[in-house]
């Protein structure tokens, strides 16, 4: 009875299928990997724990009611912002919705699966369109769908960054809805999907829509179309895209419209990567930052390089798909066309982020190899000697790692004998049709015909309408195959289980090592977060309990766990990331003493009296430094909350003082300490004279034009106790605070020291980050002594700049 089945429906065979498959190998591989959730390793690199999962959390508590704000306005991050643009930007995937069905606490697992499942579709609808492009084994279809969805862009780039997923669905999806526009059928139903692609991540929709024409402008050529036909196609096509593009309008226009107000990124020149790490990024194993990931599978890579040399395919396709994967991979190095691939902006991290449409056309190409039948011995071995020429090339990269040789080995091993032994079933099928009549095909080579509606049935004719020797069925061998010697039924079926068994098996073994590979290798040089844990659940109680929203703010604190903790553990603090983060909110908290990273997209939380009094935070959660963070310190002291009256979040303010405040960021003057007071309308600190010597007792030298200041090096001297010093006179108990956006390491307020002492340190220590992408926050150091005379010392972690009105002591009875 399972004979007919899958004779009946090769395409929900072949899609579930590639579906299984893809959750096989991705789990499998976080397995060996020992990555979340399988094993200790967190997952949460980069985006993933400061963006994604933060996002998903807020979406959870917004399906379930417990969020502070709307669809409009997000109140928890960045004192109040915008979160329409945010929401179409990371959640507007129909996938996002899911996480909802998970326990709030498992939010990390939510979004893993999630991934999961987007990873999943995307080999789901490949194997559905394989099938819809050409007939063929529906086993095989499903074998390159999850080639395709386990590509090395999946599951290396878009594995930490899961809206791109959305982009690995929407493509094979959107290639369909060419074959819808072809065929003249489903005109509604393209216009939604187009529209659905585009809503649920337009940037790498817009991607996909490129590679989708491609592949439609070149099954046009290859079905030799008359010229009239052509166009009347191609313009239904754009007429289906753009009003698909049109109905997701509302919602891509508000995302544009929030990058023209968002604080603007790094601005990068593109430079393509060198001949080597590009056919190394090919290949099993590989990883780099930076490069193309392009690796679908020694198997599917083998058959697109065959089919160049396949005779019994038609001219134009072994023609015209070779040279469009050609074609696509100049464009991803030349740079006007990486521009147009990217929407005519570089982006910022990997520069490579189109190449998913590459590993698509490599799939499809091997279909179109196989779906005439196994190459024969001529054109394998003319692909087996191309992929030892790219494996040769590769070899001068590092970025093939020495275990990469043995798994490219054992899968080229695999691919070769599977395929030889599949040719062989069918040379077996071949000599005994020629004698018996019109055999059933066994249940693992399909249907041997399927009807199209532009090109009739194509186990007769190429899809260009001419009748060619070898272009027959899906499943007909070569003709220097076909001339073997007769092999029995079950024989047949024996080695075409054997044959399935190796190439699925090579396929999930490289997947599996691959992935494995790209999971291990990321934790080296992105940076990484704790998934939900005892310090998360801390936090959340203890802002649960402090809340008095909307009476007032409750920060989670100075000590950040990830970039949107607001989001994660609650509260509503100033802490906020987003790739659309106001340029008007960085600058002005800039301006008021904050700092950040990601160069201004990643704002934190500011610890200061003044500021909490302006925007309203009467509870704040003062939580030990991160210890999943190697390089902080090793602190396991309790959480804890201090609270403080402050005015509502709505004041009045005197028209006077109004009306200076209606100049905005440009208002703002070089001192965090008097914008501080501008804002709060008193005078509140002092802003002392300075003297700034080095660990060497002497004058700095002054800094450059965009880190003014004085500049204090790291470097070690012979006394380990002198260090560099800020020395300054302010009113007796006034808090200190110092504000060195340019300086990384520590300050402590220290007494001044004697013949027998150096000075000891009192006050809590400051800790300052900064580079060449973030800046460093304004830090509380604790009471002037009686004296009035403060000594400030440094201990720096590389060179920073101290620069001019750096102290501020707040007289905190006139606040």
Known sequence: MQRPTLRGRPRQAAALLAAVLTVTAFCAADAVAGSYPFGPRTRAVNDLGNQYVPFHAHLWDL???????????????????????????????????????????????????????????AGAAMAWLLLRLRPGRWWAAGLLGAAYALCGWSVADASYNPMWLDGLVAL?????VGEWVLAGRRRLLGVVVVALAWIANFYTAYMATLGAALVLLLRIWLLGLPRRRALTTAGRAAATVVLGVGLSAPLVTVI???????????????????????LARLLPTTYGFGSPALFVGTTALLLALALPFHRAAPRRVRAGWPLLVAAVTLSMQWTPTHLAWHAFATPNGSPYRQAFVLCALLVIAAWHSLSYGVPDRRALGAGAALLALVAAVASGSGLVRSYAWPVLLAGAVCALGGLLLLARTETGGAAEAGSAPDPAPDAMSGPRTTPDPISGPRATSDPGGRSEPGAGAGTAPSRSMALGRRTPARPRTLLAALAVV?????????????????TRLRLNHLDDYAPWGARQQRQADLIAEADGWPR?????????????????????????????????????????????????????????????????VGARVHSPPDQHQRWNPRDRSPATVTREDVPPLVTVRPAAEAARGLRGVAGFGPSPYRNQELLLGARVYTVPALTVRTAAGEPPRPGHDDRPGLVIDARRTADAGRRPTITAQCPAGSEVYLWAPHYSGTARLTAAPTAGSPGAPYGPTGRFTADAAKIAAMQRLGAVPDSGRLRIELTPSRAGTVPDQAVGCLDTARL
């Open 256 to 278: 544009y419209l929030g990058t023209k107000h968002a604080y603007p990124g790094r601005v990068t020149h593109f430079a393509p990567v060198g001949a080597e790490d590009l």
């Open 172 to 176: 094979p999806l959107l290639c369909l």
């Open 552 to 616: 007032y703010r409750t920060d989670p604190g100075r000590e950040q766990t990830v970039g949107n903790d607001p989001m994660v553990v609650g509260g509503q603090g100033a802490q906020y990331y987003s790739s659309l983060t106001a340029d008007v909110l960085s600058r002005t908290l800039t301006a008021l003493g904050d700092g950040w990273t990601s160069r201004g997209r990643n704002l934190q939380s500011l610890d200061n009296a003044v500021t909490d009094a302006v925007f309203s």
């Open 502 to 518: 190796l190439l699925i098996g090579a396929q999930l073994g490289e997947a599996t090592a691959t992935s494995a590979v790209a």
């Open 63 to 121: 399906l379930h009611g417990r969020a502070d704000g709307g669809l409009l306005v997000n109140w928890q991050s960045g004192y109040g912002s915008s979160f329409l643009p945010d929401l179409g930007t990371y959640l507007s995937s129909p996938f996002a919705l899911l996480v909802a069905l998970f326990p709030r606490d498992e939010i990390d697992l939510a979004v893993y699966a999630v991934t999961v499942l987007k990873t999943a579709c």
